[in-house]
């Protein structure tokens, strides 16, 4: 069975930085693609960043030039890395990886087969 865990959320104040990592383990098979999404209170979850087998990154608009995603493909782990940080920012933060066939861009929630459960990330004025 897999298992998607995050780690490293927390409270940082605005313009400070933060790092998330994620570990996707139980499977033979390697990682397709990773990812995170994000979910604020009363808001749908939407998509923060993803990154492929072959190293391509996208992200979304709202986090372009401030995150950024990395990959150790071979211990399947995704770390996200949160710079200059605002209080938009704030939400619960879920870790995906897919392990079927090979799609490059991968932003949607379908693209996905595995979940973390996700963490807080909270960023105060």
């Known amino acids: 069975q897999v298992q998607v865990v995050e780690s490293g959320g927390g409270l940082v104040q605005a313009g400070e930085s933060l790092s998330l990592a994620c570990s996707a383990t139980?499977?033979?098979?390697?990682?397709?693609?990773m990812g995170w999404f994000r979910e604020a209170p009363g808001k749908k979850r939407e998509f923060v960043a993803s990154?492929?087998?072959?190293?391509?990154?996208y992200y979304g608009d709202s986090v372009m030039g401030r995150f950024t995603i990395s990959r150790d493909g071979a211990k399947n782990t995704v770390n996200l890395q949160m710079n200059n940080l605002k209080p938009g920012d704030t939400a619960v933060y879920y870790c995906?990886?897919?392990?079927?066939?090979?799609?490059?861009?991968?932003?949607?929630?379908?693209?996905?087969?595995?979940w973390g459960q996700g963490i807080q990330v909270t960023v105060s004025p």
């Open positions: 995906a990886a897919r392990f079927r066939g090979q799609l490059l861009v991968t932003t949607a929630r379908a693209d996905f087969d595995a």
């Open positions: 990154i492929s087998w072959i190293g391509s990154k």
């Open positions: 139980g499977r033979t098979n390697k990682t397709v693609n």
